[in-house]
């Protein structure tokens, strides 16, 4: 059981680092700490919560935190099952500092002598990023396993490996990859920090396109699972086990679905929820709606899927012991919900060897898989209406971006072979594509040379002057809400008509319950005992539950603060948010929800200004209220 969180700070310019140990009750986890160390300076902060290492299956996230690139604000990003071998060095955080002359990798040995044996070295990163001798898919796959190659007989067992592509490079929405390493192998269960483009700060801001870590196991969680089995009977008349399996199922198999995992659960539940072909559905009535879905998804897209993945129990875990088998696999192909869909339906892509393709070669490059499907998605449209040519992207074709003769399968892969030239454009800069600044920066830019409709077509959140994020993939207004921080589920999802001022409400209370779950580093797939235990266990534990509540609520006061969301610049989400309510009904609210629609029938920009600030308002007065039982002493 940890004592303290140790802070390992490493100055990626001169190789210099220190240990810093923080009392737990000042601070209590990756994220709280990681606001505090990135208000001091412009550190990457990676950790892990305080129940990593102990028999709480889902407790090993490694935390990533800063000011991101993207978001131009403090983010928050998670990477499954990568904290257990982080703990390994014996602290609870790296932060890193400065930047290195030159593309290097930093390596972190902790050899059980108390000490982090450390050294930052230079490699020809773009030389290996192309190297199909060390991965056929290269990029951050062949970084990997260079990394791997080159220094794991430094390490008495496996590492584990946090690596970059060329997005890091090119753009501001570069993420950050890994996989468990089994008997010397990386293997193809790749995990992600992907939001918020930490793989760009890594790299640009740092100077670090890889990072390898591990060392002698140490045992410094908390062990005792006939106390936490005792705990959770008396809350649940349940052991751990059987809760867990139970709030997890969705993510393993749901058996009146046959499915299971975020894209098999999603997609037999989503009927005329559908987005695609960048939100153009919207405009379809549900009937043709739910007809696409039937023939595109249930009897092929799904279809596929559930032969390929469910049946076969083709599944592995993040790369920590856990009853959620969630990382649904087709040979090297990891199949989720939001990548598949991103770069699925909403790209024009409903074929799982056409998706495969394009999300593969995306996750080489390195990308934020939801970001840059909202990116291609809205390119793909620009160039189907003639917003664009292929000569203003650096492409050479027009993708089918038409519902009828639309082949499923070949058309499919036609539209995923656009996408890669517009991924490879991308990375090289072609033509008008310079995304150095971001897709929100970019809009603007082609919009004026092109014309307005450009930036209307384009669907993502604004924050401050130049901060974007795609939406997550539901047709919901909580994903468009005005939020400190947008892209995760710090906000309410669900796919009911809730009044605008009331969904404030709900965002501001998923806000702190998602941030709460995000600072002990649990994941939240497990949030349905995590979010009622982790504070009885803290308590259990330190006696600390009543601080524990009041840093959780200080540290979303802080973000909230510091937020600067911004009224929506696009069409697009004005049209998602009235075509939503349009195809609602209700009969708890069905007065005021008849009170929207006939708003926006009649001027739909001014109804979402109004819309926009009602849901705002409602943040703010959560908030307030939050901020008035709350002591703020330690609140940086």
Not at 75 to 93: N, Q, T
Not at 551 to 563: K, Y
Request: hydrophobic share 35%; proline share 3%.
């Amino acid at each position: 059981m940890k004592k303290s969180l140790k802070v390992f700070t490493i100055d990626a310019k001169t190789s210099l680092n220190h240990i810093d140990s923080y009392k737990i009750g000042d601070f209590f986890g990756p994220v709280d700490l990681g606001f505090h160390l990135s208000q001091k300076s412009n550190s990457l902060n990676i950790g892990t919560g305080l129940f990593a290492d102990s028999t709480l299956s889902g407790s090993n996230r490694l935390m990533f935190t800063g000011q991101s690139p993207c978001w131009d604000g403090f983010y928050v990003s998670a990477m499954g099952g990568a904290g257990l071998i982080f703990e390994s060095l014996d602290i609870s955080m790296l932060s890193i500092i400065g930047k290195a002359k030159n593309p290097s990798v930093l390596y972190l040995n902790h050899r059980g002598d108390g000490k982090i044996e450390s050294k930052i070295e230079e490699i020809d990163i773009d030389k290996i990023w192309q190297d199909q001798n060390l991965d056929e898919d290269a990029g951050v796959y062949s970084l990997m396993n260079y990394v791997l190659n080159k220094y794991a007989n430094q390490y008495e067992k496996d590492p584990r490996i946090l690596a970059v592509g060329e997005s890091a490079k090119s753009t501001d929405f570069g993420a950050v990859c890994s996989a468990p390493i089994k008997k010397g192998k990386v293997t193809p269960v790749d995990t992600w920090a992907g939001r918020g483009g930490f793989g760009s700060k890594l790299f640009q801001d740092h100077g670090i396109a890889a990072i390898i870590y591990g060392g002698i196991p140490q045992t410094r969680g908390f062990r005792d699972r006939k106390a936490i089995d005792r705990w959770f009977i008396d809350k649940y008349d349940m052991n751990f086990n059987q809760k867990d399996k139970k709030v997890t199922a969705k993510y393993s198999f749901v058996n009146i679905l046959k499915s299971g995992g975020t894209l098999g659960v999603n997609y037999s539940t989503l009927g005329g929820e559908l987005l695609s072909f960048n939100y153009g559905s919207i405009y379809k009535s549900q009937d043709q709606r739910v007809d696409l879905n039937n023939k595109f998804i249930t009897n092929h897209y799904l279809k596929q899927f559930n032969e390929e993945t469910i049946v076969t129990k083709s599944q592995k875990t993040c790369g920590e012991p856990c009853v959620a088998m969630c990382k649904k696999m087709n040979g090297k192909f990891k199949k989720d919900y939001e990548p598949y869909q991103a770069m699925g339906p909403l790209s024009g892509i409903f074929d799982q060897r056409a998706a495969e393709k394009i999300n593969k070669y995306s996750d080489a490059y390195g990308f934020d898989a939801i970001s840059i499907g909202g990116v291609i998605s809205w390119l793909m449209e620009c160039l189907s209406k003639g917003y664009l040519t292929p000569q203003d992207v650096g492409i050479k074709n027009i993708p089918d971006f038409e519902e009828d003769n639309f082949d499923v399968v070949k058309t499919s892969m036609t539209n995923a072979n656009i996408g890669i030239e517009i991924l490879d454009a991308i990375i090289e800069k072609r033509g008008l594509l310079d995304l150095s600044d971001g897709a929100r920066v970019l809009a603007h830019k082609l919009s004026k040379l092109k014309g307005k409709d450009i930036l209307n077509a384009f669907s993502y959140n604004a924050n401050g002057k130049k901060g974007w994020m795609v939406p997550n993939q539901y047709w919901t207004p909580g994903v468009l809400s005005p939020m400190a921080l947008m892209g995760k589920y710090y906000m309410y999802y669900g796919n009911d008509f809730v009044p605008p001022k009331e969904l404030g409400h709900k965002n501001a209370d998923r806000f702190i319950a998602e941030l709460m779950i995000d600072n002990i580093g649990v994941c939240r797939f497990h949030r349905g005992w995590a979010e009622e235990m982790a504070p009885e266990i803290i308590e259990k534990l330190y006696g600390l539950k009543k601080e524990f509540t009041a840093s959780i609520n200080t540290l979303a006061l802080n973000i909230n603060d510091q937020g600067d969301p911004i009224f929506w610049e696009s069409q697009k989400n004005i049209d998602i948010i009235h075509t939503f309510l349009k195809n609602k009904e209700s009969i708890k609210y069905f007065e005021e929800l008849k009170y929207w629609v006939k708003l926006f029938d009649k001027n739909s920009q001014k109804a979402a200004k109004q819309f926009w600030d009602e849901i705002y308002k409602g943040v703010q007065e959560s908030f307030d209220k939050l901020r008035d039982t709350t002591d703020r002493k330690k609140s940086v």
